[in-house]
């Protein structure tokens, strides 16, 4: 395994940060005669200007509920929360109490010895009440050390009046999508997908949809230079060499909503935490204008990856009740049933869906069967960093740099090197 520092020096490590610095330096007891209080800083890595202000006014209700609590809120730009927690972490020294973990860190996090089992705490209630594939993103060797808090998964994001003006309905397969990309651009002259191209993640589906896979946990086999794998490659540079998708190499988020809020292009892959930036676009004041439907299926299957958000404790937090405490209110039923309503993301509790927020959300019943039958990753500690030497491969096939041939052999060769005795 992967590890910073060696576990006894770690140990010692997380011991003095408990009885000394604690978390992010703020001092705090944490219980005093039973009662909740001191510092929880927490660190956020949800969307700025949509998510983020939900996210903080739910924290802000568990500080209504334990006055003696300060939360202290910290916005942390996803890519940059892992590097900069396993830093904070390694050092004792500026970690939050709590953060909220892209599922595939959670096992990193663990295995490196960053977070407290959550086992018999008060972070962790109603353990049967959590969906099967998002309470298993929470476990390493036989412990709990995370809470999911949201599960999502993708689907292709369409604009209803563009389909309209081109007389096409929702591509089903690849090959569909081809003949409406082309369609569109004859009609209205404008591209039929965004493809992401500086994020990995964005890959998967057309990967599992090849019948594909990263590596196969299992039987320690890397398995993406198979030739379903080259074969992902080939459909993702037919796309783009094509004209039936536009794809960048840098900031690519950005780039993807502008163009799909403005109605530059008429399709783009994204997942329900997308959902509440794109509506803001010019495009979709009519909120009816937003398509959502399943990702178009390969020549093997139609898939598309497991993807979500736990909460996870800090191992050297200096308030670890009221961490746990916090933990547990950001994930209960109402607080996923609030999400749900304000923001279409999925809950992780089977209980929130029969709540009214789950009910009215259209997004949220749509994706629900997306996500029953999302393709799960692998839960090992290196699965996070799987996707730097993907997503080199995955820029430069779609950029013209290398063949998919090469890409999957490339990517083949670096896991390897990662994965230490897999063949």
Request: glycine content about 8%; hydrophobic content about 35%.
């Amino acid at each position: 395994m992967r590890r910073g520092i060696t576990a006894t020096a770690l140990v010692a490590t997380l011991a003095l940060a408990a009885t000394a610095c604690g978390s992010d330096e703020e001092t705090g007891e944490g219980k005093s005669s039973g009662e909740l209080s001191g510092t929880v800083t927490w660190w956020d890595t949800s969307t700025v200007g949509s998510e983020d202000k939900v996210f903080k006014k739910i924290a802000e209700g568990f500080e209504k509920e334990h006055p003696k609590v300060d939360v202290k809120y910290v916005n942390v730009p996803f890519g940059e929360a892992q590097n900069k927690f396993k830093n904070a972490a390694q050092s004792g020294s500026g970690a939050p109490d709590v953060i909220r973990s892209e599922v595939a860190w959670t096992p990193e996090f663990a295995d490196l010895g960053y977070l407290a089992p959550l086992d018999g705490t008060a972070a962790l209630k109603d353990q049967d009440d959590f969906l099967e594939q998002a309470a298993a993103s929470t476990k390493y060797k036989d412990k709990t050390y995370a809470v999911p808090q949201v599960i999502d998964s993708m689907g292709i994001f369409y604009n209803k009046k563009i389909f309209a003006d081109a007389g096409v309905e929702v591509p089903k397969t690849i090959a569909d999508l081809k003949t409406v990309s082309e369609k569109i651009k004859k009609k209205t002259g404008k591209t039929g997908l965004y493809l992401r191209g500086d994020d990995a993640y964005w890959f998967l589906s057309f990967l599992y949809g090849e019948g594909g896979d990263l590596v196969d946990a299992k039987s320690k086999t890397v398995t993406v230079d198979k030739p379903e794998g080259v074969k992902a490659f080939e459909t993702v540079k037919d796309l783009v060499d094509s004209g039936a998708a536009k794809t960048d190499a840098t900031d690519g988020w950005e780039n993807m909503q502008s163009s799909f809020k403005d109605g530059k292009v008429a399709m783009m892959i994204n997942g329900p935490w997308a959902v509440a930036d794109t509506l803001t676009g010019k495009e979709f004041t009519d909120k009816a204008n937003l398509g959502i439907a399943p990702v178009p299926a390969g020549s093997a299957a139609q898939g598309a990856p497991q993807g979500g958000h736990n909460l996870a404790v800090y191992a050297g937090s200096k308030n670890l009740d009221a961490s746990y405490a916090f933990v547990d209110y950001m994930t209960s039923v109402q607080s996923q049933a609030q999400t749900a309503g304000e923001l279409n993301l999925l809950p992780t509790r089977t209980s929130a869906y029969a709540k009214q927020e789950a009910v009215d959300s259209e997004i949220v019943q749509f994706f629900k069967p997306v996500v029953e039958t999302a393709v799960e990753r692998p839960w090992i500690p290196e699965t996070g960093s799987l996707f730097a030497p993907l997503v080199t491969e995955y820029t430069k096939v779609l950029t013209g740099q290398t063949t998919p041939e090469k890409a999957a052999s490339a990517t083949g060769d670096s896991y390897r090197k990662l994965l230490k005795g897999w063949k």
